[in-house]
T-cell receptor
Framework: QKEVEQNSGPLSVPEGAIASLNCTYSDRVSQSFFWYRQYSGKSPELIMS????GDKEDGRFTAQLNKASQYVSLLIRDSQPSDSATYLC????????FGTGTRLLVSP | GAVVSQHPSWVICKSGTSVKIECRSL??????MFWYRQFPKQSLMLMAT?????????EQGVEKDKFLINHASLTLSTLTVTSAHPEDSSFYICSAREGRNQPQHFGDGTRLSIL
């Protein structure tokens, strides 16, 4: 059973802080990893994709992948209240396996 | 880029009705489309994977005769919920991707309420 594990949270951070979201996966042959943001009542929105070990930065977001440890993380710098949402980690090849998501709360 | 359009946004209908949901990739050709269902406060649940021109692959426990999927072109897939009942009420979301290893891009979802 291929699994993606995330802490459900909520993760609470003050505005301007760095939010760190973590994810582990069980399928060693996974090659593609994605972070999606989902606001309540809305569909997921792609934030980041990462395919190789190391860091990938895009604006305030940095994704980190460590295939040896089967670990993916997402850092959000200068967190804003508008970042409050559920963040879904996903991995897979033909089809994605999603984690249950981490709820992030950014307080003003 | 990578816009996926899903219609309708919400549907309310009587038990026994069949409902069709459309999913279109607007600015790319989607070799594969996916259909998900999400109940409140739960994670996405994959229902089926649809490749253009071939039959959909359904996940275990999903009734293929109840959830009919058609992927007739590289930009359009449809999900028809046949003889819908209240337990089929849920948030249905489609996604599309251009190729393997490419990210899935999601439509806005369809909120289905069966009375």
């Amino acid at each position: 059973q291929k699994e993606v594990e995330q802490n459900s949270g909520p993760l609470s951070v003050p505005e301007g802080a760095i939010a760190s979201l973590n994810c582990t996966y069980s399928d060693r042959v996974s090659q593609s990893f994605f972070w999606y943001r989902q606001y309540s009542g809305k569909s997921p929105e792609l934030i980041m994709s990462i395919y190789s070990n190391g860091d990938k930065e895009d604006g305030r977001f940095t994704a980190q992948l460590n295939k040896a440890s089967q670990y993916v993380s997402l850092l959000i710098r200068d967190s804003q209240p508008s970042d409050s949402a559920t963040y879904l980690c996903a991995s897979g090849f033909q089809k994605l396996v999603f984690g249950t998501g981490t709820r992030l709360l950014v307080s003003p | 880029g990578a816009v996926v359009s899903q219609h309708p946004s919400w549907v309310i209908c009587k038990s026994g009705t069949s409902v069709k949901i459309e999913c279109r990739s607007l600015d790319f050709q989607a070799t594969t489309m996916f259909w998900y269902r999400q109940f409140p406060k739960q994670s996405l649940m994959l229902m089926a994977t649809s490749n253009e021109g071939s039959k959909a692959t359904y996940e275990q426990g999903v009734e293929k005769d109840k959830f009919l999927i058609n992927h007739a072109s590289l930009t359009l897939s449809t999900l028809t919920v046949t003889s819908a009942h209240p337990e089929d009420s849920s948030f249905y979301i489609c996604s599309a991707r251009e190729g393997r290893n490419q990210p899935q891009h999601f439509g806005d979802g369809t909120r289905l309420s069966i009375l």
